[in-house]
């Protein structure tokens, strides 16, 4: 098992920054996939951006070039830089980490961007 806590959240202006760290309660050097999902208001939960086996970075089409994931094994902590944000990434940002067949996530954090 493993537990995720988010934080990081906030209001932020259009074309602001927010970085989200997800602190996870045990080494997640094994653990892939590893990332963010998104849930605004009346809509379905989406997928932000994650890591994969290998490495490998993939990204929703609307946030490509705008956020950039990244992981820190020995802080157990994954991280997703938001760069140029939009009104249209208000939500609640969820971690999520794939482990032995199981999906877990965090409790989320709020996103809100606007002026």
């Known amino acids: 098992q493993v537990q995720l806590v988010e934080s990081g959240g906030g209001l932020v202006q259009p074309g602001g920054s927010l970085r989200l760290s997800c602190a996870a309660s045990?080494?997640?050097?094994?653990?892939?996939?590893m990332g963010w999902y998104r849930q605004a208001p009346g809509k379905q939960r989406e997928l932000v951006a994650i890591i994969a086996s290998g490495g490998k970075k993939i990204y929703a089409d609307s946030v490509q070039g705008r956020f950039t994931i990244s992981r820190d094994n020995a802080k157990m902590t994954v991280y997703l830089q938001m760069n140029s944000l939009k009104p249209e990434d208000t939500a609640v940002y969820y971690c999520?980490?794939?482990?032995?067949?199981?999906?877990?996530w965090g409790q989320g954090t709020q996103v809100t961007v606007s002026s």
């Open positions: 999520n980490a794939h482990l032995d067949s199981e999906n877990y």
């Open positions: 045990r080494s997640i050097f094994s653990i892939y996939p």
